[in-house]
């Protein structure tokens, strides 16, 4: 202690800064410092821990989110009656920094709606500002993103990590597609000869549907998570199995297979239905249109 009030009085007789704060600014940044160092000790304790990697980051986060609090708690008891000194003090600093520190206000608000009201969770798929991902990781002012492609390229990882403020909750518009159900609406498209035997061809595109082992239980889930739901969404559904509609164009016939799948499976699951399909074509049982 006597080595801070030491190095707190030659800075503010080199700054000519009350030594006071100098002295409570050095304690602010040990206490972070140490805190920091804690987070990196118990990071790698539970690195090395038997459990699986979600239950690492939860209980890591947890831990993250304990010390964080602890440090300001103990940042304001430090400098105590102090603090409303402070506070003249940052009241005369220059507008622009004024208006970051009420970004950092803004979004730290909007960290605590999203945390009460949890419009997204860790895990999550969403969609912001055009930019779409699954929710990685959350802070008291911003949360990230692991971005995806567009559904052109199956909605796969970049390997891109996106970091989103908080207020955009608040000026964006957001798409949660897990937030109630687990499974969204898929199509592929199949295009068959106008002399092909429509009624088979259903048939075998039922079998493929049907025998896909990701597609299998969803409806069933899908329904209990429509039960669950209704108690507090207007939703509601006709239908939640495969279903094959047709349509008829000038040189072919449009079969468009619509089921629900789990967003994270869906580029699997047409791979797999596709190779199918493709069986199918050659030994004859599918009359596949090909454009000359």
């Known amino acids: ?3 801070v009030i030491e190095l707190s009085e030659y800075l503010g007789n080199l700054t000519g800064i009350d030594s006071e704060y100098i002295k409570l600014s050095i304690l602010t940044i040990l206490v972070f410092l140490v805190i920091g160092i804690i987070k990196i000790v118990i990071r790698k304790i539970y690195s090395n821990l038997p459990v699986n990697d979600k239950k690492k980051y939860f209980r890591n986060r947890k831990i993250r989110i304990v010390l964080t609090a602890l440090s300001f708690v103990l940042v304001f008891l430090i400098w105590g009656e102090k603090l409303s000194g402070l506070i003249t003090i940052i009241s005369f600093i220059s507008a622009g920094l004024t208006i970051a520190i009420r970004e950092i206000i803004f979004n730290f608000f909007a960290g605590i709606y999203i945390n009460v009201n949890k419009p997204f969770e860790i895990e999550d798929r969403i ?6 991902g699954d929710v990685i990781t959350m802070h008291p002012l911003g ?7 567009d559904r052109v390229y199956g909605e796969q990882s970049t390997g891109r990590i996106i970091h989103v403020p908080n207020s955009y909750i608040f000026t964006k518009t957001l798409k949660n597609y897990t937030k109630v159900f687990k499974y969204i609406w898929d199509e592929i498209k199949v295009e068959v000869t106008l002399d092909s035997d429509i009624k088979k061809t259903e048939e075998i595109l039922y079998e493929i549907l ?8 969803v409806p069933t889930k899908m329904e209990n998570a429509v039960d669950e739901a209704i108690l507090e969404y207007r939703i509601y559904y006709n239908n ?3 279903i094959i509609y047709i349509k008829i164009e000038k040189s072919h016939v449009e079969m468009h297979l619509r089921y629900l799948v789990h967003p ?3 580029r699997n699951v047409q791979d797999e239905i596709n190779l199918r399909i493709l069986e199918e074509y050659k030994k004859g049982n599918i009359d596949l249109y090909i454009k000359d």
């Open 264 to 266: 994270k499976k869906a």
């Open 127 to 132: 969609e912001l500002d055009d930019v779409k």
């Open 210 to 217: 049907y025998d896909n082992e990701s597609l299998r239980e």
């Open 1 to 3: 202690m006597n080595y």
């Open 143 to 149: 949360f990230e993103i692991l971005e995806i492609g």
């Open 240 to 242: 939640l199995d495969p």
